[in-house]
């Protein structure tokens, strides 16, 4: 049962590069998330969607954008990396049978992005 | 918007003791859902225990339980019988009830457990 599955694991970036953060989940879950975790800080939220083709802002929206085209996949995309995106990120996702069942959000293992 | 702070950014305790992390949040909801998270050294974020604001029983998860101040807004989380693998980051987490289930935290609060 694989669950949530970000890929990379690690990337390193220059400054002006983009690249596209993987994320699938199996669960069937219509949420899922995007989080950043920057050191010594709790998780700030990106982006999220509750279902294929709707997606909202978060918190730190800036620099980064998302689609969700299906309900597995839930791409985060950056499309002129700077140093201050250097974080590690998670994916989460989510269902109501699940948050009714003491299941909340099921996390990825986290994608940790340098760029220099 | 919501807040969540943890006023603790580190903490220690002996194998075997009891150690309890605080957690404060702002809301002007009435019903909502509050949550302590933890994450090892490998990164997981792993769900501990869970409170529905409703519910005026404290939720217990075997060594863990937490003590829900509605009127506060406190939510700590006490670890009994504190072992090795309780070492890790420990996030409070606040979801407001609404359809979308997002979460807020807390910065965290580092526990190392000693032997």
């Known amino acids: 049962n694989a669950g949530v599955t970000q890929t990379p694991k690690f990337r390193i970036l220059k400054i002006g590069q983009s690249m596209t953060l993987q994320c699938a989940q199996d669960?069937?879950?219509?949420?899922m998330y995007w989080y950043r975790q920057d050191p010594g800080m709790g998780l700030k939220l990106i982006y999220y969607s509750v279902g294929a083709g709707i997606t909202d802002k978060g918190e730190v929206p800036n620099g980064y954008n998302v689609s969700r085209s299906t309900t597995e996949d839930f791409p985060l995309r950056l499309e002129l990396a700077a140093p201050s995106q250097t974080s590690v990120y998670f994916c989460a996702s989510s269902s109501r049978a699940g948050w009714m069942n003491n299941q909340p959000q099921h996390f990825g293992d986290g994608t940790r992005l340098s760029i220099l | 918007a919501q807040t969540v702070t943890q006023s603790q950014p580190e903490m220690s305790v002996q194998e075997a003791e009891t150690v309890t992390l605080s957690c404060t949040y702002d809301t002007s909801e009435n019903n909502y859902y509050l949550f302590w998270y933890k994450q090892p050294p490998s990164r997981q974020m792993i769900l501990v225990i869970r409170?529905?604001?409703?519910?005026?029983q404290n939720a217990t998860e075997n060594r863990f339980s937490v003590n829900f101040q509605k009127a506060a807004k406190s939510f700590s989380l006490k670890i009994s019988d504190s072992q090795l693998g309780d070492t890790a980051m420990y996030f409070c987490?606040?979801?407001?009830?609404?359809?979308?289930?997002?979460?807020?935290f807390g910065k965290g609060t580092l526990l190392t457990v000693n032997p």
């Open positions: 409170q529905e604001a409703y519910k005026q």
């Open positions: 669960m069937n879950h219509n949420y």
């Open positions: 987490g606040y979801n407001s009830g609404g359809s979308n289930y997002k979460l807020t």
